[in-house]
């Protein structure tokens, strides 16, 4: 069971905050990153209950470690649930990842085997996030730059096991499929077809760096033409989905994050045409 | 350990330590491959821990230079490795690492500089509080001001300082060539705080420093008076009169979160 489809929405940046409070850019959400906001109090807080007053937010994470080895963090979870209960976003996503083992944490999306122990080992774990928080969550595609040995499934058939068993929602990064693609030598519109359409949630869109003989997913970069035509690919087969740009590094003015996702309205619009009249 | 686990230990050791047991556990067609790979995890660890520190620590790094920040941060990671979920707290022991670290510790600079600027980290994200009002201390009747213990706002912070570290942060700030290092011959007291989601700081006065430690200890005014009195060598009157003022001025800049009366029984 989907949430309902919010539109065209950016990441929340500090450098932002008071430009969107100012402006009431034409932004339909925002998209924040929950650690930044597992803090005691102060500006961070602040702006977050400020703008949530006037935007749907959604909270994504980075150290949620879904598929480490380690015990689930209660203590991370609870400050989840927390800020969850206190800023009641649109939904709540983390990665398909692990982030570090032995109580180390490597603050890097780490891949994982497509085995089915991974499978076994992560659906057990996000259906005890999802009784925890009492509310389904996204999990997200990242981008990967090495393939085990000890992978018996594609990625998206890694996925499709763990959404069949757990009933969670899918963050679709169609960056990262593109990287992924390109690193590992699959075609990115095979694992776009090959996905549960009815569990995606959320569309992520962001820049990266080629290095030639491989991409590097860094977001400190303007979507590539490549990415943006993946893009109007992906709303071709699964008509309007929530999406969203991700700019982390090199973060320019808010004006021109507008425009950038203006043009995803663009695209968007001009695939639902296509997908309507084929 | 499952086979899942002891694939992460053998990854994350790469990361970490560059050990090369996971190289067999990586598909590709030649170990050139497989290395190349496995090191853009390496190295994005060390960059992205590196950037992190950067962010917390911008005038230390700008008073050693971008060459040394880098091998003082490659530092700090092998030795204090992250044991945190939230980013925001890795660098937390940096003030501690470069005191008892032979390769900083006869620079004290460093130290104060760390401790310093994660003082003002602490100040920016500390918890939300009240920020008690002169009003509100002057309905207290007269006869009760001895009684009175203060509770100090949460972003209040104090770092004892030796060396000019408010004029590198102010050079820093301001684009300028960073002055000299020079150092006092005592240590002086710096309060970092925020006010209206600002953060805020300067240097105290011996008194002032001596009168707030008190305070905040939970000390009753009447009692942190005579301590003022007796260790600067003030008599009493002009001891009160000067922690009335002190009071003031902390209460304008909203140092103080609450109050209560001590009752005897």
Same mark, same amino acid.
């Given at each position: 069971m989907r949430f309902q489809n919010l539109g065209f929405g950016l990441g929340l940046r500090t450098t932002h905050y008071e430009e969107i409070l100012e402006s009431q850019p034409r932004v339909d959400w925002f998209e924040a990153l929950s650690e930044n906001y597992m803090v005691r109090g102060g500006k961070p807080l602040y702006y977050l209950e400020r703008i949530r007053a006037d935007y749907p937010v959604v909270l994504h994470g980075v150290s949620l470690s879904i598929g480490s080895t380690d015990p689930l963090d209660l203590e991370y979870l609870r400050a989840l649930k927390t800020l969850a209960d206190r800023i009641e976003p649109a939904w709540v996503s983390d990665h398909l990842c692990w982030t570090g083992?032995?109580?180390?944490?490597?603050? $890097?999306?780490?891949?994982?085997?497509?085995?089915?122990?991974?499978?076994?080992?992560?659906?057990?774990?996000?259906?005890?996030?999802? $009784?925890?928080l009492q509310r389904p969550i996204l999990i997200e595609n990242v981008s990967s730059y090495v393939t085990f040995n000890q992978s018996e499934m594609t990625e998206w058939e890694f996925i499709n096991e763990l959404a069949e068993r757990t009933d969670c929602l899918l963050l679709l990064d169609v960056n990262n499929v593109y990287v992924s693609g390109f690193n590992h030598g699959f075609d990115p519109r095979e694992f776009i077809d090959a996905l549960p359409a009815q569990r995606i949630q959320q569309i992520h869109l962001a820049g990266h760096s080629n290095r030639g003989s491989h991409i590097i997913d860094t977001h400190d970069a303007p979507i590539i033409d490549e990415v943006w035509k993946l893009y109007g690919y992906t709303i071709e087969a699964l008509g309007p989905v929530a999406t969203m740009i991700e700019r982390d590094d090199h973060i320019p003015g808010l004006a021109t994050l507008v425009s950038e996702l203006d043009q995803a309205r663009e695209v968007a619009k001009d695939a639902t045409h296509i997908a309507a009249s084929a | 350990m499952n086979s899942?686990?002891?694939?992460?230990?053998?990854?994350?050791?790469?990361?970490?330590?560059?050990?090369?047991?996971?190289?067999?556990?990586?598909?590709?067609?030649?170990?050139?491959?497989?290395?190349?790979?496995?090191?853009?995890?390496?190295?994005?660890?060390?960059?992205?821990?590196?950037?992190?520190?950067?962010?917390?620590?911008?005038?230390?790094?700008?008073?050693?230079?971008e060459q040394r920040f880098e091998q003082l941060a490659t530092a700090y990671i092998e030795a204090r490795p992250s044991m945190v979920r939230n980013l925001r707290w890795f660098g937390d022991s940096m003030t501690g690492f470069l005191r008892s670290d032979q390769r900083f510790s006869n620079e004290s600079i460093l130290a104060e500089l760390a401790e310093f600027e994660w003082a003002q980290g602490l100040a920016f994200d500390a918890a939300d509080a009240a920020q008690v009002g002169f009003d509100e201390l002057a309905s207290v009747p007269a006869e009760h001001w001895p009684q009175l213990r203060f509770i100090a706002h949460p972003s209040l912070q104090l770092v004892a300082s030796q060396w000019n570290v408010v004029a590198l942060w102010h050079a820093h700030r301001d684009g300028e060539n960073l002055p000299t290092a020079s150092c006092q011959d005592q240590a002086g007291t710096i309060a970092v705080w925020r006010k209206s989601y600002k953060t805020y700081f300067r240097s105290l006065d011996g008194d002032e420093a001596l009168l707030w430690r008190t305070l905040a200890a939970g000390t009753a005014f009447g009692e942190a008076c005579s301590r003022l009195a007796t260790q600067m060598g003030m008599d009493e009157a002009s001891a009160a009169q000067r922690a009335a003022q002190l009071l003031r001025s902390w209460v304008e800049e909203g140092w103080i979160q609450g109050f209560d009366i001590v009752t005897d029984d």
């Open positions: 083992m032995a109580r180390q944490n490597i603050h $890097d999306l780490l891949p994982l085997p497509y085995t089915p122990e991974a499978v076994d080992h992560v659906a057990s774990r996000i259906a005890r996030v999802q $009784d925890f | 899942l686990a002891e694939l992460q230990d053998r990854f994350q050791a790469h990361i970490v330590h560059n050990e090369e047991a996971v190289t067999g556990d990586i598909a590709g067609p030649d170990d050139a491959y497989r290395q190349e790979r496995l090191h853009i995890y390496y190295s994005a660890y060390r960059l992205r821990l590196i950037a992190a520190l950067a962010v917390d620590y911008p005038v230390l790094k700008a008073f050693v230079g």
